[in-house]
């Protein structure tokens, strides 16, 4: 799979909608600043978060955001299999199936 490609088609459809409706995408942008900027976890944890929910709600492009996230601060692909292990407890075989779309993600993502 081209991952590569899947986050760049990802990033201009979101450029799309928010041409469409940028009074709702500028919120939710706010809503997820003042979410990953707040609180007592840090960033890093957060997006460790995200990945795990993008992998149990089958959210391609979520995957593919969280993951360029979490290799812009340097996340270690131990620590996202680790995160990935426990999205497979909690989701089972169709987390199993996400999680290698993830990690699949994250190594084709860290190359660069």
């Not at 490609?5 to 469409?20: A, D, I, Q, V, Y």
């Not at 979410?35 to 149990?56: N, P, R």
């Not at 492009?61 to 601060?73: D, F, Q, W």
Request: proline share 3%; with cysteine.
């Amino acid at each position: 799979m081209d991952w590569q490609g899947k986050h760049s088609e990802t990033r201009k459809s979101l450029r799309n909608l928010n041409g469409s409706i940028p009074e709702t995408t500028r919120a939710f942008g706010t809503l997820g600043k003042v979410v990953k900027e707040g609180g007592t976890l840090d960033y890093k944890t957060k997006e460790f978060i995200a990945l795990g929910m993008s992998v149990t709600l089958r959210c391609e492009p979520c995957i593919s955001l969280h993951t360029e996230a979490l290799v812009k601060v340097g996340a270690t692909r131990d620590e996202v299999s680790d995160v990935l292990a426990m999205t497979i407890q909690m989701g089972g075989g169709p987390a199993m199936m996400y999680a290698a779309k993830a990690l699949e993600c994250f190594d084709e993502l860290n190359t660069q």
